[in-house]
């Protein structure tokens, strides 16, 4: 399995509403991120989990929460999102976090704020 | 910090011909690495090709392939024989082996292929 999956393809959430966005891989990847895409940007990092750990949080709001549960789970729950955080959130994971390392990206999540 | 740039916003290449886009970067660091990534219009994030720093041979993946310039700084992407399903958005990315976990990316460059 060489794949990281993202679920839902598509979101669509309400300014009150708590979701949460699910990233998986079984690569046995100890490094994991979530990058946010706005469109025709690149990718911005927002967290980094090494070891599920949290190594990087890339001063994001606090409306957005990760969670690590294990070695091949990231989670993102959303709460009180704005309309600007409409966005493509990419997972990405990478064989541990430093040095050679290519990053294996998921499909994404497309996530509107309305 | 490291910056990267690519100067190109668009670029248009005819079916089965060349192309190369451009990229440079701004680093302190002597070791690092360099990747070009694709992202079609299912924006997938796709790696097309890695170099790292301390090797001077270029890299080649089939039909792409670079021209890594470490003391310009410079990280140009060829595309030979070009094929419809190149067409996407190409980002230019660079990790130091100082600078944590983090890629940054250009700005990319948006690449059109015509029949």
């Known amino acids: 399995d060489t794949e990281v999956t993202q679920t839902p393809k598509h979101l669509v959430m309400g300014m009150t509403n708590k979701k949460s966005l699910k990233c998986e891989q079984h690569m046995g990847h100890r490094a994991m991120y979530w990058y946010k895409q706005k469109a025709k940007k690149p990718p911005e990092l927002m967290f980094v989990?090494?070891?599920?750990?949290?190594?990087i949080n890339e001063s994001v709001p606090s409306r957005f929460s990760p969670e690590c549960p294990n070695s091949s789970l990231l989670n993102l729950h959303l709460h009180a999102l704005q309309p600007e955080d409409s966005a493509l959130y990419l997972c990405a994971s990478s064989p541990s976090g430093m040095g050679y390392n290519e990053q294996f990206f998921g499909p994404g999540t497309r996530l509107t704020v309305l | 910090a490291q910056t990267v740039t690519q100067s190109q916003p668009e670029m248009s290449v005819q079916e089965a011909e060349t192309v190369t886009l451009s990229c440079t970067y701004d680093?302190?660091?002597?070791?690092?690495?360099l990747f070009w990534y694709k992202q079609p219009p299912s924006r997938q994030m796709i790696l097309v090709i890695r170099q790292e720093a301390y090797k001077q041979q270029n890299a080649t993946e089939n039909r792409f392939s670079v021209n890594f310039q470490k003391a310009a700084k410079s990280f140009s992407l060829k595309i030979s024989d070009s094929q419809l399903g190149d067409a996407a958005m190409y980002f230019c990315a660079y990790r130091g082996t100082n600078s944590g976990y983090a890629l940054n990316f250009g700005k990319g460059t948006s690449l059109l292929v015509t029949p």
């Open positions: 680093t302190s660091e002597s070791d690092y690495y």
């Open positions: 989990y090494s070891y599920e750990k949290l190594s």
